[in-house]
């Protein structure tokens, strides 16, 4: 499967963003997705995750209540919406598709198989 996240950018503290992570390859509405993030010097992160269904998310406590994890099957595509930006939030953000289909969301890397290139989300104080 391919994954092409778009959306980064530079924002100011308190500001919004929205990531969109488009698959192509298989199909999409059987697999969970998931986000993750990369500061400068730190390790790949959990964000968020969401069930091939739809019916189950799943967020890390330092964004739980910022961010929403949304999925369009009919577009192939997965969305983050991130509100409340800290500046703490700037990494790298990928997405990943889940290995297994019809499997629930999960915040273990090892539960992904592909993963998106990345796109740097910048939040300035």
């Known amino acids: 499967v391919q994954l092409q996240a778009s959306g980064g950018g530079l924002v100011q503290a308190g500001g919004s963003l929205r990531l969109s992570c488009a698959a192509s390859g298989r199909t999409f509405s059987r697999y969970s997705m998931g986000w993750f993030r990369q500061a400068p010097g730190k390790e790949r992160e959990f964000v968020s995750a969401?069930?091939?269904?739809?019916?189950?998310?799943y967020y890390a406590d330092s964004v739980r209540g910022r961010f929403t994890i949304s999925r369009d099957n009919a577009k192939n595509t997965v969305y983050l919406q991130m509100n409340s930006l800290k500046p703490e939030d700037t990494a790298v953000y990928y997405c990943?598709?889940?290995?297994?289909?019809?499997?629930?969301?999960?915040?273990?890397?090892?539960?992904?198989?592909?993963w998106g290139q990345g796109t740097q989300v910048t939040v300035s104080s």
């Open positions: 990943a598709s889940g290995k297994m289909p019809y499997s629930g969301a999960s915040y273990r890397e090892r539960e992904y198989d592909s």
């Open positions: 969401i069930s091939w269904s739809a019916s189950n998310t």
